[in-house]
C-alpha cells in the first residue's frame, strides 16, 4: 500500500434508515423507553452497521496484535521485552489472560506477530511480522513509512480474511511492552497536548518511572514535532507522519483493523487506550471510520476517556481495566448477547395488555 492508495479509500456511510427502524423496534417492546441504556443504543448501531434491522453477531473474533517498541530501552516498563514474546505464546494457546477468560466462551482467538523482537514466531501465533521491533522514537522514527502502510494494510487484510470466514463483530486486543508510551505519544502529538496531563503508569511504574516516562514522550514531540508540539494536528499526512515516527506496528496494524471494520462494515469492539489511539488515527486518516466502532470499557490510562469523546463513544464498562490483551473489550461480547436475545426474542406491547410507553421530546 502506498500513501495515495491509502488516502484514497472513501468510507460509505452506515444505514441510517436502518438505525432508526432498530430504535423504533425497541421501543415497542414491552419495557420502559431506553430501559437498557446503551446497550439499545450499541445494538442499533450494529443493525446500522451491517444494514440489517435484525443483526446478527454470533460469529465472533478477536483480533490480538504483538510487538515490540524500540522506546522501551528508555526504561519505561518495570518488565524486559521478552514479555512480549512470552504472553503471545500464552495468547497463541490460550493460556494467557483472555485465552482463560474466554476459554467456555464462544470466540475465536486470532493472535499476529506484527512486530515481535523475535527470530521466530511462537506456535499458535500467525505471522505477519513487518519488522523486528520498531526503532527507539528518542533517537529516529519508530519506522519507514513503507513500514507503517505495511502495518496498517495488513490489519485491512486481516478484516477482510475474517469477513470471508463469516465473522460478523471483531473485537481488538494487542500486547507489547512500552506501547502505553508509544500510544501516549501519538495522542499527545495528534492533540497538541501536555503529556504530563495523559501519561500513565501503564504496567505498573513507581512515582520515578513514570516521571522517566513523561520525560521520554516529551524527548520523543521534541525531536519529531519541534516547535509545533503543542499544536493539534489537521492534516492526515501529518497524522501518517505522526504515526510512524512515534506509533508502534501493534498500533499501525490496529488502525487497518479499524479502516476494515469500515470498509467491510463488521463492528470493531475498542478495548483499551493501545486500540482507542488506534481508532482515533484511524479515523483522522479516512474520515468515517468511527461510525463502525464500538467502546467496550474506559480503561484506566489518563488518555482514554479524551480519546472517546473524541470519537464521539460511551464505554458500557466501568472497571478500573488494565490488563490488555483485549480483556475489556470480550467483556462487551456476552453483555451484547443478552441485549441481543431480548431485542430479537421479547413480546412487544401488541402482544399484551400493557399500554405501550410514548417517548416524549423536549417539546411535547
Not at 444505514?15 to 419495557?31: G, L, N, P, T, V
Not at 486470532?110 to 521491533?133: H, L, Q
Not at 527507539?136 to 487484510?157: H, W
Amino acid at each position: 500500500m502506498t500513501r495515495d492508495e491509502l488516502f484514497s479509500i472513501s468510507i460509505t456511510e452506515p444505514e441510517y434508515e436502518i438505525q432508526k427502524q432498530s430504535k423504533s423496534r425497541w421501543d415497542h417492546i414491552a419495557k420502559p423507553i431506553d430501559g437498557l441504556g446503551e446497550f439499545e443504543e450499541i445494538i442499533s448501531r450494529i443493525a446500522e452497521v451491517q444494514g440489517n434491522v435484525s443483526p446478527v453477531i454470533d460469529r465472533k473474533a478477536l483480533v490480538i496484535m504483538c510487538a515490540d517498541n524500540g522506546v522501551f530501552e528508555e526504561g519505561v516498563s518495570q518488565t524486559s521485552q521478552k514479555v512480549t514474546r512470552d504472553v503471545a505464546e500464552l495468547m497463541g494457546d490460550r493460556h494467557s489472560s483472555v485465552g482463560i477468560m474466554s476459554r467456555n466462551y464462544p470466540l475465536d482467538i486470532f493472535v499476529y506477530d506484527i512486530g515481535i523482537n523475535s527470530e521466530d514466531t511462537p506456535m499458535g501465533v500467525i505471522d505477519v511480522k513487518v519488522r523486528r521491533g520498531t526503532e527507539n522514537f528518542v533517537k529516529k522514527p519508530a519506522m519507514e513509512e513503507e513500514e507503517c502502510l505495511r502495518a496498517i494494510q495488513t490489519g485491512i487484510e486481516i478484516v477482510e480474511d475474517m469477513r470471508n470466514r463469516g465473522y460478523n463483530i471483531i473485537a481488538t486486543g494487542e500486547m507489547g511492552i512500552g506501547n502505553t508510551t508509544t500510544s501516549t505519544a501519538v495522542f499527545s502529538a495528534l492533540k497538541g497536548l501536555d503529556p504530563k496531563d495523559y501519561t500513565g503508569k501503564g504496567a505498573g511504574l513507581s512515582d520515578s518511572g513514570l516521571m522517566n516516562k513523561i520525560q521520554v514522550i516529551e524527548r520523543g514531540l521534541t525531536l519529531h514535532r519541534g516547535d509545533k508540539k503543542r499544536q493539534e494536528i489537521t492534516s492526515r499526512e501529518d497524522v501518517l507522519e505522526v504515526l510512524r515516527c512515534l506509533g508502534g506496528l501493534d498500533i499501525a496494524g490496529l488502525t487497518g483493523v479499524f479502516i476494515g471494520g469500515a470498509i467491510y462494515h463488521i463492528p470493531i469492539v475498542i478495548d483499551g487506550v493501545i486500540s482507542a489511539i488506534a481508532g482515533l488515527v484511524s479515523e483522522m486518516l479516512i474520515p468515517g471510520c468511527r461510525d463502525y466502532m464500538l467502546a467496550s470499557h474506559m480503561g484506566r490510562e489518563k488518555s482514554m476517556e479524551t480519546i472517546l469523546k473524541e470519537l464521539s463513544l460511551k464505554p458500557v464498562i466501568h472497571g478500573d481495566l488494565a490488563l490488555g490483551e483485549g480483556t475489556g473489550a470480550i467483556l462487551l461480547l456476552p453483555m451484547l448477547d443478552m441485549a441481543m436475545s431480548l431485542y430479537k426474542n421479547a413480546v412487544s406491547f401488541g402482544d399484551t395488555e400493557i399500554d405501550q410507553y410514548e417517548r416524549f421530546t423536549d417539546e411535547s
